[in-house]
Structures are given as C-alpha cells and as structure tokens.
C-alpha cells in the first residue's frame, strides 16, 4: 500500500528542488543548479525537465550531449531538447575553418599589413567620435562597474552588507574597516575575518558570482581593510585566476567643483549596483592627521566601502561616512582618500595567500542568499 502523504511529501520535494535549481541557471550558479538536479535525479533518474537542467549548467559540452540525448531518447520530437542538442553539437565539434589558396608570400603579407593599418585608423576615427577608445573615460567606467563588490560579512546571528572595489588582478579588494568588523566593538565579525564577495558582469543584474574573501591586512584608524578573494562558495581554491582590476586614479588633482561618482551596493539601492553623481566640496583631516574628502554626493549607508571615482572613472576614495544635520536637512559625504590606503595595500601586498577553514562559509551560503532575497 502506497502512503499518499509520503508521496506527496516526495513530490513536492522534488517540485522545489527543481525551482532551486533553475534558479541556480538563471543566477549563473552552474554547480549549485547541478546539484540541485542531480538531487532530483537521485530520486527520480528518469525526470526529462532534471537531465535537461543539468546538461545546461554542465560546463562541459560532451557530458551535457549525452544528457540531451537521454531526453531525445525518451521524447524524440521534444523542442527544447532538439535546439540544445544542435547547439551542444556546435560547442563540441566547432566547424573547421576551409582551406584558402596562399597568396604569393611578399605580396600577401603587404596587402594584410595594408589592411590591419586601415582597420586601425578606421578604429581610432570611429572610437575618437564615439568614446569607445580603450583608454577613455566610458572604458574607464566600465571596468569600474566591473570591479565593484558586494561584501557580505557574517558571524553567528547576523549577516549585513557594505561595499568593496577589486584593485588587484591577483584578488585584493580595497574596503572600509568597519564594514567586516562590528562597528561598536570593532571586533572581527568572525576570527578568520571571512566574507563572501559578489561580483556582477552586467549593472543590471545583482551579484551572480560570488567568492569567499578573507582579511589580509588592516588599518582600523582609516577605517580601511584588505580582503584576498579566495575561493568559490563551493570551496574551491581560485588558485591563479585573474580578476578584472579598479582603475586607479590619484586624489592630488582633485579640486573643488570637480565631478565626483559613488559605487556601491547601499541598502536604498537593492541587490544591484548602484551609482551616484556629485561634486567635490573640500577636504578635511581628522583628528589624528587622516586626510578625508568631502562630497554632496548622496554616499548612502550600505555603501561604505565602495568606491568614490574621479571624472574619469577612476578610483581615488572609499566611502566611509554620511553626515547628516537634523535641524538644517543638510547632508554631506566622506571619503578616506586613496593616498591614505597606499600603507595597508602595500600590507596586504607582501601578506601570503590566507589559508582559513572553509565549511562553515560554504554551508551558511544558502542562508546568505536567502537573507539576501535571492532565494526563498
């Protein structure tokens, strides 16, 4: 005798491990989704809409075919399945560029040089009227959007949010102090001063890869803080890889009226990117000498962390403060300058590559993304 609630039970286990699953494709979290649907398969290994799941986050192509195939071998005419195989066929058997006829050498080579040197001018022409030229201000901005991070510290009770910019290739973020330490203790949020890290390739589009930072270097009295990108969420080491870097500016040419933006993830901004345009107001120094600059920028809480950038795109502070007065509505930014994080880079520069215990952060991702909205 079948026991209809255990069944029903199962099913709707496996209806919300497949959602989870298309979720993981539609955020980019390839292993993830893959577990998911081979969480289905464990229970039901015939289930067509899980070995279809799985050959697109599969990031092999050979494997994703043979899963494809499977599908087609139960339900010959299914659509989705057919356009999938055509498109795997494609990946793994690329087609062989054909043969041409050399042309006599000297002559050959001359007319491609001519070629390459026309394409270039036309290149240059057409990237002078367009702003598309490597080195200007749109392509400076746009590796900026490309190198800002969410940081999202986290202890035992509470998870919260700031802002981080990659300023290395080899995975060094640039962040505020008290963005991974509590702010009234100015205690660690965890002793191997972990957090995780998204990184977005498209402003429209929140965090989608996401790594597991730990804490390289300090400088609490700047209010600043070195993070090395370490692993994946699933605990893979990073080993070599190569990250895109913030473009760096130098805070001695700023002047006052000068254009400044701020990029970070604040609260008020959601889960994406979030960019705001002002002017330079002045410059301040605390106490204890640390030179700051001041901008009306709305800097907004959630983005401490993040980065201020010059007018063309480049790094020059990071955000650390917003000061409001309550009796006049009056509202102005702060910013350690770039100059002042020179030492703790330098720091975190000769520091060897953290080897912390891992699990825990991978086991707690789930939740984190969760508390984040991105999964139920």
């Not at 390739?201 to 790594?211: M, S």
């Not at 605390?286 to 901008?295: E, Y």
């Not at 020059?316 to 509505?329: F, L, N, P, R, S």
Request: no cysteine.
């Amino acid at each position: 005798m079948i026991d209809k609630t255990e069944d029903a039970t199962t099913s709707a286990e496996l209806v919300e491990l497949l959602r989870l699953g298309h979720l993981g494709l539609e955020l980019g979290y390839w292993q993830q989704a893959e577990a998911y649907f081979d969480a289905v398969l464990a229970q039901a290994p015939g289930n067509l809409e899980a070995l279809l799941g799985k050959a697109k986050a599969s990031r092999n192509p050979e494997a994703a075919l043979t899963l494809v195939r499977a599908v087609l071998q139960a339900q010959p005419n299914h659509p989705e399945a057919l356009r999938l195989e055509r498109q795997l066929q494609q990946e793994a058997h690329p087609p062989t560029a054909p043969l041409v006829p050399a042309a006599p050498a000297g002559r050959g080579r001359l007319a491609r040089l001519l070629v390459a040197l026309a394409l270039l001018l036309l290149a240059m022409v057409l990237a002078g009227a367009t702003g598309l030229w490597p080195f200007s201000r749109s392509a400076t901005r746009r590796a900026a959007l490309a190198t800002t991070l969410l940081i999202v510290p986290t202890d035992l009770n509470r998870i919260w949010t700031g802002s981080g910019s990659i300023i290395s290739a080899d995975g060094l973020v640039l962040t505020n102090y008290h963005v991974i330490a509590d702010p009234h203790t100015r205690e660690l949020a965890n002793a191997d001063g972990l957090a995780y890290a998204g990184l977005t390739r498209d402003p429209r589009r929140p965090p989608w890869e996401w790594y597991i930072a730990a804490l390289v270097a300090v400088d609490p009295d700047r209010d600043l803080a070195v993070l090395r990108l370490i692993a994946t969420t699933e605990g893979k080491s990073v080993g070599k890889e190569r990250f895109p870097e913030m473009p760096l500016g130098d805070p001695r040419s700023l002047n006052l009226g000068q254009t400044v933006s701020g990029l970070g993830y604040p609260t008020l901004g959601g889960n994406t990117l979030t960019l705001t345009r002002g002017t330079m107001a002045g410059f301040a120094s605390r106490g204890d000498g640390v030179r700051l600059g001041k901008t009306d920028s709305e800097l907004l809480p959630g983005s401490s962390g993040g980065a201020v950038l010059d007018e063309r795109g480049r790094l020059v502070g990071v955000i650390t403060g917003v000061y409001a007065d309550q009796e006049t509505q009056g509202r102005l930014s702060y910013f350690v300058l770039l100059s002042e994080a020179q030492p703790v880079i330098q720091e975190a520069k000769r520091a060897g590559r953290p080897a912390p215990d891992l699990q825990n952060m991978v086991d707690r991702f789930p939740t984190v993304l969760r508390a984040l909205g991105y999964l139920p």
